[in-house]
């Protein structure tokens, strides 16, 4: 590839991230839509007032949690930057991913724009990337394992294939995390791919990637869990193993933001005599603190960062005119 191309490439991968925002927002927007203004509203003011800001907390946390992918991936690269800059870039990601679908390209072209201006390599990002993607999935090992003990047996349906299918995806990912743990713990070759080699991270960095992953799954179920528990009676564990099928299988379907597979498992799943109405609106509420809200926040971070990159670019030329 010739310089002038690869210059080509890299602008177009670096405004690819404003390109994903937008369509994250059009993406929320097409799952708000679908409710009016009044079930929005009844949905929002017949939930506890304290109960949205605990709800906001826990989102909060969950970013947190979210922007910590970013730290344990410069940690496997070797690269160290300030904590606001891979919380800024974490969150951003994130925030977009989680509207737009497919992690690695809508939320890994923001992180390439961000990280390249902080002086990383691209196969560094792209590494980083890949190592944040086995976060999530070994992540997603241990919470099926998790969400299957949890979980009420009805939740799976009554015939014995389903049973099957739902038993047969425990035991995939409890090998799957098993071997990704035994692979940290004896396999020491790199692996190739290309110009990239990588390293399987050590066993301790392998239990932080399931920490970390875990941590944003229970910080998003408590979002969920807030709004809902003043209508509906359900211990805490039974609705853990709930959300934790009904996100993860949402996550895998690649709709963004899980729309309609998650909410048709959770309806699936929770008991029957729970009020649907209310559940509804206990949903909205959900999309609403953990999808709506960062995307807006990280919406005018982006404008804010952009605009004070072009400022202070500004300044400079203005500083060597003078001279």
């Not at 993406?27 to 009844?42: E, P």
Request: overall charge positive; hydrophobic content about 55%; some cysteine.
């Amino acid at each position: 590839m010739s310089v002038k191309a690869k210059r080509i490439f890299k602008k177009a991968v670096s405004w690819a991230g404003l390109f994903f925002f937008i369509i994250a927002a059009i993406m929320l927007y097409h799952q708000l839509s679908k409710y009016s203004l009044t079930d929005i509203k009844n949905a929002l003011f017949s939930i506890p007032l304290h109960n949205l800001v605990f709800s906001c907390i826990a989102s909060f946390f969950g970013y947190v949690a979210l922007s910590s992918y970013d730290f344990l991936a410069l940690k496997y690269v070797k690269k160290s930057l300030s904590a606001w800059k891979w919380i800024f870039a974490g969150f951003i990601g994130f925030s977009i991913s989680n509207n737009a679908g497919h992690a690695i390209v809508s939320g890994g072209t923001v992180r390439y724009r961000l990280y390249t201006r902080w002086r990383l390599k691209a196969f560094e990002i792209i590494k980083m990337v890949t190592f944040s993607g086995f976060t999530y999935l070994v992540a997603c090992f241990f919470l099926i394992i998790v969400g299957y003990v949890l979980t009420p047996s009805h939740a799976f349906g009554n015939s014995s294939m389903s049973h099957m299918t739902t038993t047969i995806v425990m035991v995939v990912s409890l090998i799957g995390l098993l071997g990704y743990f035994g692979l940290s713990l004896f396999y020491k070759k790199a692996i190739r791919i290309k110009d990239l080699s990588f390293k399987m991270p050590s066993f301790k960095m392998a239990l932080a990637q399931v920490f970390i992953g875990g941590a944003d799954i229970l910080a998003a179920s408590l979002v969920l869990y807030f709004v809902l528990i003043p209508f509906v009676d359900i211990p805490f564990d039974v609705f853990m193993g709930v959300f934790i099928i009904a996100q993860v299988l949402g996550v895998f379907s690649q709709v963004p933001g899980g729309l309609g597979v998650f909410e048709g498992l959770f309806l699936a799943i929770l008991p029957s005599e729970a009020s649907v109405a209310h559940i509804f609106g206990a949903l909205i509420a959900y999309r609403i603190i953990y999808y709506l809200l960062p995307l807006l926040v990280s919406g005018v971070a982006i404008v804010v960062y952009e605009g004070l990159l072009r400022y202070r670019r500004y300044k400079i030329d203005q500083e060597l005119d003078a001279r």
